[in-house]
T-cell receptor, first 114, second 114 residues
Framework: AQSVAQPEDQVNVAEGNPLTVKCTYS??????LFWYVQYPNRGLQFLLK??????LVKGSYGFEAEFNKSQTSFHLKKPSALVSDSALYFC????????????FGDGTTLTVKP | EAEVAQSPRYKITEKSQAVAFWCDPI?????LYWYRQILGQGPELLVQ????????DSQLPKDRFSAERLKGVDSTLKIQPAELGDSAMYLC????????????FGQGTRLTVV
């Protein structure tokens, strides 16, 4: 069975500092990996994805993520955090051999303090 | 910009009553998902449609939940009878037919069962 782990419920960083939100996954085949962001009482918004190719992918709002196959990780990063980045972040894995079913992590709350 | 539309935004119902949610995906999106999100957790897939066909409903409590997408466009999720434990956010999402594309989420329906 496929699964996603986000080991940190909460990440706190100061504005201007780099941020990392961690994600590890388990899937039988080659994974498709996604990051989404959720603001209060809203649906999820897509940030970026890894399908194939370059292990470093860039997405919306200056976010990027690095796919590491040996460590089965897909950590979300940003060089300089903004207060407006404060939100709930979800990592998701999709197994293309399993009817494209997506599994989400339980989320990490990012708080950026001025 | 095209959006996934959901209604209602909020619903309060008494236990044992019936409740229904509606979703209109982005035009042209063949895949439609219904997720349930309990506070503090990631979205859990309830049912996935490809056009009008159910691709995955393994996590749908079929004794009380039903979903349909009769013409392969909009969809309805029904709960009858509602239970206290059904209180959650119900999210609808859609994506194009390709499995490497991201999902677009609606704003969700917040259900409270009293």
């Amino acid at each position: 069975a496929q699964s996603v782990a986000q080991p940190e419920d909460q990440v706190n960083v100061a504005e201007g500092n780099p941020l990392t939100v961690k994600c590890t996954y388990s899937v039988s085949g080659n994974p498709y990996l996604f990051w989404y962001v959720q603001y209060p009482n809203r649906g999820l918004q897509f940030l970026l994805k890894y399908i194939t190719g370059d292990n470093l992918v860039k997405g919306s709002y200056g976010f990027e993520a690095e796919f590491n196959k040996s460590q089965t990780s897909f950590h979300l990063k940003k060089p300089s955090a903004l207060v407006s980045d404060s939100a709930l972040y979800f990592c998701a894995v999709r197994d293309p051999t399993n009817a494209g079913k997506s599994t989400f992590g339980d989320g990490t709350t990012l708080t950026v303090k001025p | 910009e095209a959006e996934v539309a959901q209604s209602p935004r909020y619903k309060i119902t008494e236990k044992s009553q019936a409740v229904a949610f509606w979703c209109d995906p982005i035009s042209g999106h063949a895949t439609l998902y219904w997720y349930r999100q309990i506070l503090g957790q990631g979205p859990e897939l309830l049912v996935q449609f490809q056009d009008e066909s159910v691709v995955d409903d393994s996590q749908l409590p079929k004794d009380r939940f039903s979903a349909e997408r009769l013409k392969g466009v909009d969809s309805t999720l029904k709960i009858q009878p509602a239970e206290l434990g059904d209180s959650a956010m119900y999210l609808c999402a859609s994506s194009s037919q390709s499995q490497n594309t991201e999902a677009f989420f609606g704003q969700g329906t917040r259900l409270t069962v009293v």
